[in-house]
């Protein structure tokens, strides 16, 4: 059975930066396409970054600059890297697999930007 497991949010100051991770398992398990979404209360679940197979990878356009997704196929684990954050980016952040045309998600990991 398929599983992703997110690590790394928190709690952060504005202007702080957090790094996610996630790990996919079981080892044999091979993603032709990862990616991170966010869903805010109250707002539909949104894209972050993504990660298509031979394709260019997608940011949207309220975190490109801040931050920067990466992949180790060695440790089947994709990588969030979030810096600058800001108060919007408070939310719940998924991480998203696609594999023969499954689609599988993670349980989330909470972000909370806040003074």
């Known amino acids: 059975q398929v599983q992703l497991v997110e690590s790394g949010g928190g709690l952060v100051q504005p202007g702080g930066s957090l790094r996610l991770s996630c790990a996919a398992s079981?080892?044999?398990?091979?993603?032709?396409?990862m990616a991170w979404y966010r869903q805010a209360p109250g707002n539909q679940r949104e894209l972050v970054a993504g990660m298509p197979s031979g394709r260019n990878i997608d940011y949207a356009d309220s975190v490109k600059g801040r931050f920067t997704i990466s992949r180790d196929n060695a440790k089947n684990t994709v990588y969030l890297q979030m810096n600058n954050l800001q108060p919007d980016d408070t939310a719940v952040y998924y991480c998203n697999a696609v594999s023969l045309g499954a689609r599988y998600w993670g349980q989330g990991t909470q972000v909370t930007v806040s003074s």
């Open positions: 079981p080892s044999t398990f091979s993603a032709t396409a």
